[in-house]
């Protein structure tokens, strides 16, 4: 069966200091990845996604970017966090010819 | 621009009572429309919908799409406390990519 990890769970960060999160996927290939925010009670907005090692599109301008160096891991990085960089990171991958993504445990983020 | 819209973004109601979700897409590309549960964490996957009229029930659960009108609702019957979350749906754009509503947060009371 295929499990999807990310880390950390939670991460406090001082404005200015950088980012990576992690996310890894096991039990298949080749998956699409994706990556996701949710502000405090409210739905999710898409960041990143990728098809493939090295292929990633991005859906906002931030100051934010992600990696694919892996098959099966996507990292989320960002070299100067902002206040507004807040919020719940979820990952979720994909079988590339389905429709159905299922999410990882999420990371909290808090940026002071 | 490619937008789904919940409704209503809170409800209350009382243990036992049947309430009814809704939502309304308009995507490029739409492929199938998607509902998730989302307590504490990781939204875990309830339906996924792609031929209108077609109902899918999961125990009190229930979905129907219309792809005519361009909505879909998610039913829950006798409902219990452990149903409290938030129900998020989504709808599913050229296959690769999911646009998300902003959610209907539902409280049960007992």
């Known amino acids: 069966s295929q499990t999807i990890h990310q880390w950390p769970a939670t991460l406090v960060q001082p404005v200015g200091s950088p980012l990576s999160l992690e996310c890894t996927v096991e039990?298949?290939?080749?998956?699409?990845l994706y990556w996701y925010r949710q502000a405090a009670g409210r739905g999710l907005q898409l960041l990143f996604y990728s098809v493939g090692i090295g292929q990633i599109s991005s859906e906002v301008p931030q100051n934010l970017s992600a990696s694919r160096p892996q098959d099966r891991q996507f990292i989320l990085s960002s070299k100067k966090l902002l206040l507004s960089d807040s919020g719940f990171y979820l990952c979720a991958w994909q079988r590339a010819t389905y429709n159905e993504q299922f999410f990882g445990p999420g990371t909290r983020l808090t940026v002071l | 621009e490619d937008k789904v819209v919940q409704s209503p973004l809170s409800l209350v109601v009382h243990e036992g009572d049947t309430v009814t979700l809704n939502c309304s897409y308009e995507?490029?590309?739409?492929?199938?429309l998607l509902w998730y549960k989302q307590e504490k964490k990781a939204p875990t996957f309830l339906f996924m919908l792609?031929?209108?009229?077609i109902e899918k029930k999961s125990g009190r659960l229930s979905s129907i799409l219309d792809k005519k009108e361009l909505f879909s609702i998610l039913n829950i019957t006798a409902t219990q406390t452990g149903d409290s979350a938030i129900y998020l749906c989504a709808a599913n754009q050229g296959a690769q990519k999911l646009v998300f509503g902003q959610g209907t947060r539902l409280t049960i009371n007992p």
């Open positions: 039990g298949t290939s080749n998956p699409n």
């Open positions: 792609t031929s209108s009229g």
């Open positions: 995507v490029t590309n739409f492929r199938s």
